[in-house]
């Protein structure tokens, strides 16, 4: 029992082996305890702790369930982490803002009561940016998360916590978020994978620090984040679903990612989306996948959407700096009884300024979006997938996302859409840093999208964390 390598199993392979009495829910969780203790001083991506003793007299119930034979859950005994975005039962949930610092949930999100359902253990609660509102994670609550790999660099936003932690192999997986980008930029840049879904495919409910999203509701949403490609899947299969109360999240089935063909899928890809261009290596991977999917798939051909010019308008100052001048965010962080908002918080204020386009304006852009919508489902009607970019770089340095915005259009593009995207490490740049891809795919089509990932995961490695990657712990 002992010789069982934790990290490299997925949770499916723990749950079972679990069940089979080889391992037990006490072992797994002590190993994470045990990591979470070395390493997260060091990334700071953990920044609320579950009581350890605490979660350790739930894994040793969580193994005498299994004695007894009592009937076990899909995540029986499995400790998970989930991001500061949604009510945690019993946690201090925050958004990375001081408004918010003694707020302490007394419900679980949908999501979450789900995973509990399931027999998951809940680790803590990772580190944000404040409000959500950066591509890379820091706030004057906590402090910044480093990347695992180096110190010296971000793991991205906003769900820079929930990667970093689970890359640096504190965490098997847990639930992040993306509006913008903030499942797929810090999953390309730790190296894990993460899934975007079809907007309204999980239930926002309990939603911090409440759930209308004004315009947010049409890109905003909850997703899965894990090390390998069937965790993500697993996760997902959990979560899913309409609640009853949240009036965006329909009841479409979910298919199985296990039964998808390869070989009827027809698949398009582009290494530029003509508003930035990505660096050589990004470049590189991305014809090296789309190169091994040729001939693996019915089709696999250069295109791009022709439409794609208008995110910076639509989604960048319309949706992401609210087309008031950014007032509604800075109104937003003063209700909540935020005095003073961090830096990146300041700086994403300050890009928002030039952005007033007035109520005639916002009404022409909301026309406008629907317009976008329908050229790119067009454009999807003639390929199941299209494989391009998360970033035209790796990860960066602390304090640089601000400086370029516009290197965040190419998750943008379909967080406009509201298509499923996943994200798995394909390869690595000069400085061995992850390239991610997206993958994204039709309107409640996820089973196809991870379905290719799965493919490009088992084809290029996926997840590939060595203690030599964590040159600073």
């Known amino acids: 029992m002992n010789l069982i390598d934790i990290p490299s199993l997925s949770i499916t392979s723990m749950v079972a082996l679990i069940a089979q ?208 490609v069937d965790d993500v899947a697993l996760l997902l299969e959990i979560t899913h679903g309409p609640d009853q109360v949240d009036p965006n999240s329909p009841p479409v089935a979910l298919e199985n990612y296990q039964d998808v063909d390869l070989s009827d899928l027809t698949v398009a890809w582009y290494d530029d989306n003509g508003l930035v261009t990505p660096d050589q290596s990004v470049k590189a991977a991305i014809a090296k996948a789309a190169d091994a999917l040729d001939g693996k798939t019915k089709s696999c051909e250069w295109a791009r959407p022709d439409c794609l010019e208008q995110v910076e308008g639509l989604a960048l100052e319309m949706i992401a700096f609210g087309a008031d001048s950014g007032l509604s965010w800075a109104k937003g962080a003063e209700l909540l009884g935020t005095k003073t908002t961090s830096p990146l918080f300041n700086a994403f204020l300050n890009a928002a300024k030039s952005c007033d386009i007035g109520v005639t304006e916002l009404r022409g852009r909301l026309r406008s979006w629907d317009i976008y919508n329908f050229n790119m489902n067009a454009f999807s009607q003639q390929y199941d997938i299209t494989l391009c970019p998360v970033t035209p770089t790796a990860a960066f340095k602390h304090n640089e996302s601000s400086h370029n915005i516009r290197q965040f259009a190419y998750t943008m593009a379909y967080s406009l859409t509201g298509q499923p995207v996943a994200t798995v490490n394909i390869g690595a740049d000069k400085n061995g840093f992850p390239i991610g891809i997206q993958i994204v795919g039709r309107l409640w089509c996820e089973h196809q999208v991870l379905a290719v990932a799965k493919y490009l995961e088992r084809r290029f490695g996926g997840y590939q964390l060595t203690r030599n990657q964590l040159k600073d712990i």
């Open 21 to 228: 009495g080889q391992l037990s829910s006490e072992q797994v969780t002590e190993h994470y305890i045990a990591e979470i203790t070395r390493i997260n001083p060091k990334i700071n991506a953990l920044v609320q702790t579950a009581d350890f003793d605490l979660l350790r007299t739930e894994a040793k119930a969580a193994d005498l369930a299994v004695k007894n034979g009592e009937q076990l859950g899909r995540l029986h005994g499995i400790p998970l982490s989930i991001k500061d975005m949604c009510k945690v039962n019993g946690f201090v949930c925050t958004l990375g803002t001081s408004g918010l610092k003694a707020f302490v949930a007394d419900r679980d999100a949908t999501i979450v009561a789900r995973l509990k359902q399931q027999g998951a253990l809940i680790l803590g609660i990772t580190n944000t940016p404040e409000l959500l509102m950066a591509f890379e994670t820091d706030n004057l609550l906590y402090g910044r998360t480093n990347h695992p790999f180096n110190s010296d660099y971000s793991p991205g936003g906003s769900s820079g916590g929930e990667a970093a932690l689970i890359s640096a192999g504190c965490s098997p997986a847990g639930m992040g978020s993306d509006s913008m980008g903030s499942i797929r930029v810090p999953s390309s840049y730790c190296g894990i994978a993460g899934l975007k879904v079809t907007q309204g495919r999980l239930p926002q409910t309990g939603r911090l620090p409440q759930e209308g999203a004004g315009l947010h509701v049409r890109t905003a949403s909850y997703g899965p984040m894990g090390r390998y």
